[in-house]
């Protein structure tokens, strides 16, 4: 084991690691409360600079999946899709089996400098998580209680503030709702009978409401859907703490371009064509099951230095201090300690003891 990967495992190390980011994430929130200053005076500069604090922010975690962990990424898709990345606003769907997908997501948006400006449809509860939940605050992010009588008009409001967004968006959707388990499985198909919709065997029922509201909210901002379907080599089931402890994943996504018009823009279209998406996403899974590999051309996009760079000035910043003031304190005690010394009785001097010699 070298010496990296040694410490890769250490929990002092991971304490750190920790310290940086909640520190820093602070300070970001901070500085994020400043900016609501400039909401009246000039919005879209309010929202320039809340993406690229949010970057500050989520870029650490992203960090620790690129370079810590040196998880990769491949893309199965086509050079022409490739070509858009970055330069459209869409709407991205992913599964949620994994505990770690929203990181390959979050990479992905990253490696096309879209990070900051990423959005989701996150649960009402996180609002109130210190970093997570303020930080999706200052960047306009739609949060729901999940129960659509109550959400359906903040949803709406919320999706149609987004449509004037200065930079380039990717809307992250786990249909889904919740990450799939069996029992939730099991459960998920009686309704899919009770509605007479075909089985899924690696998804749960998507829910429509949450997509067919943003695609005919954001109708004339974004351009095309993404379909992204993931899954692990060698049958992996990733962790963040793997992630911590340096473990490396290697991470497959099916990606699909849909453009926009040729999704149904009623609400009853647009559901049956979620679902037939779904059908769709379970084959794909179910093949990669088999064969070990999704359909399309492979693409491993460059990892970019920002996150790393990103890390690692928020750590000399924030534990320089730390680290000065540990050595001060050891060194203090070292001092005390060798004044103490000094004065021992036992240590005194000899002086007394010579001239009574001498008298002898």
Same mark, same amino acid.
């Given at each position: 084991?070298?010496?990296?990967?040694?410490?890769?495992?250490?929990?002092?190390?991971?304490?750190?690691?920790?310290?940086?980011?909640?520190?820093?994430?602070? !300070?970001?929130?901070?500085?994020?409360?400043?900016?609501?200053?400039?909401?009246?005076?000039?919005?879209?500069?309010?929202?320039?600079?809340?993406?690229? %604090?949010?970057?500050?922010?989520?870029?650490?975690?992203?960090?620790?999946?690129?370079?810590?962990?040196?998880?990769?990424?491949?893309?199965?898709?086509?050079?022409?899709?490739?070509?858009?990345?970055?330069?459209?606003?869409?709407?991205?769907?992913?599964?949620?089996?994994?505990?770690?997908?929203?990181?390959?997501?979050?990479?992905?948006? $990253?490696?096309?400098?879209?990070?900051? *400006? *990423?959005?989701?449809?996150?649960?009402?509860?996180?609002?109130?998580?210190?970093?997570?939940?303020?930080?999706?605050?200052?960047?306009?992010? !739609?949060?729901?209680?999940?129960?659509? $009588?109550?959400?359906?008009?903040?949803?709406?409001?919320?999706?149609?503030?987004?449509?004037?967004?200065?930079?380039?968006?990717?809307?992250?959707?786990?249909?889904?709702?919740?990450?799939? +388990?069996? +029992?939730?499985?099991?459960?998920?198909?009686?309704?899919?009978?009770?509605?007479?919709?075909?089985?899924?065997?690696?998804?749960?029922?998507?829910?429509?409401?949450?997509?067919?509201?943003?695609?005919?909210? %954001?109708?004339?901002?974004?351009?095309?859907?993404?379909?992204?379907?993931?899954?692990?080599?060698?049958?992996?089931?990733?962790?963040?703490?793997?992630?911590?402890?340096?473990?490396?994943? $290697?991470?497959?996504?099916?990606?699909?371009?849909?453009?926009?018009?040729?999704?149904?823009?009623?609400?009853?279209?647009?559901?049956?064509?979620?679902?037939?998406?779904?059908?769709?996403?379970?084959?794909?899974?179910?093949?990669?099951?088999?064969?070990?590999?999704?359909?399309? $051309?492979?693409?491993?996009?460059?990892?970019?230095?920002?996150?790393?760079?990103?890390?690692?000035?928020?750590?000399?910043?924030?534990? *320089?201090?730390?680290?000065?003031?540990?050595?001060?304190?050891?060194?203090?005690?070292?001092?005390?300690?060798?004044?103490?010394?000094?004065?021992?009785?036992?240590?005194?001097?000899?002086?007394?003891?010579?001239?009574?010699?001498?008298?002898?």
């Amino acid at each position: 084991m070298g010496l990296l990967a040694y410490l890769k495992t250490q929990f002092a190390v991971h304490l750190l690691i920790g310290f940086v980011f909640v520190v820093s994430g602070l !300070v970001i929130n901070f500085v994020q409360l400043c900016t609501l200053a400039l909401w009246p005076i000039n919005k879209q500069l309010y929202r320039r600079l809340n993406c690229r %604090l949010a970057y500050s922010l989520w870029s650490q975690l992203v960090m620790l999946l690129e370079w810590w962990s040196c998880t990769e990424c491949t893309l199965f898709t086509d050079q022409a899709t490739v070509d858009h990345f970055g330069k459209e606003h869409v709407v991205v769907i992913l599964n949620h089996n994994f505990e770690i997908d929203f990181l390959c997501g979050w990479t992905m948006c $990253e490696r096309f400098g879209v990070l900051g *400006s *990423s959005k989701v449809l996150a649960k009402k509860e996180l609002l109130y998580v210190p970093l997570i939940g303020w930080t999706w605050y200052f960047l306009e992010i !739609v949060f729901c209680k999940r129960k659509w $009588e109550e959400d359906r008009d903040t949803v709406i409001e919320g999706l149609k503030c987004l449509a004037d967004y200065p930079e380039y968006m990717w809307f992250l959707l786990y249909c889904e709702g919740t990450r799939f +388990t069996e +029992t939730k499985h099991r459960v998920s198909m009686e309704v899919a009978a009770s509605k007479g919709l075909p089985p899924l065997k690696y998804h749960l029922l998507p829910r429509t409401k949450g997509f067919t509201t943003a695609v005919q909210c %954001l109708q004339g901002t974004v351009a095309a859907v993404y379909d992204v379907t993931l899954n692990f080599r060698g049958n992996k089931n990733p962790s963040l703490l793997g992630i911590l402890y340096g473990k490396k994943y $290697e991470a497959d996504m099916c990606v699909r371009r849909f453009p926009l018009e040729e999704i149904p823009q009623d609400e009853q279209g647009a559901a049956q064509w979620l679902h037939k998406l779904y059908q769709e996403k379970d084959a794909l899974q179910e093949m990669y099951e088999q064969e070990g590999i999704f359909p399309g $051309e492979q693409i491993k996009p460059a990892r970019r230095p920002w996150t790393l760079l990103n890390f690692l000035c928020w750590a000399t910043l924030l534990l *320089s201090p730390l680290f000065s003031f540990v050595l001060g304190v050891f060194a203090t005690s070292f001092g005390v300690r060798r004044l103490i010394g000094v004065t021992e009785i036992e240590k005194g001097s000899s002086y007394g003891n010579q001239e009574f010699k001498k008298k002898e």
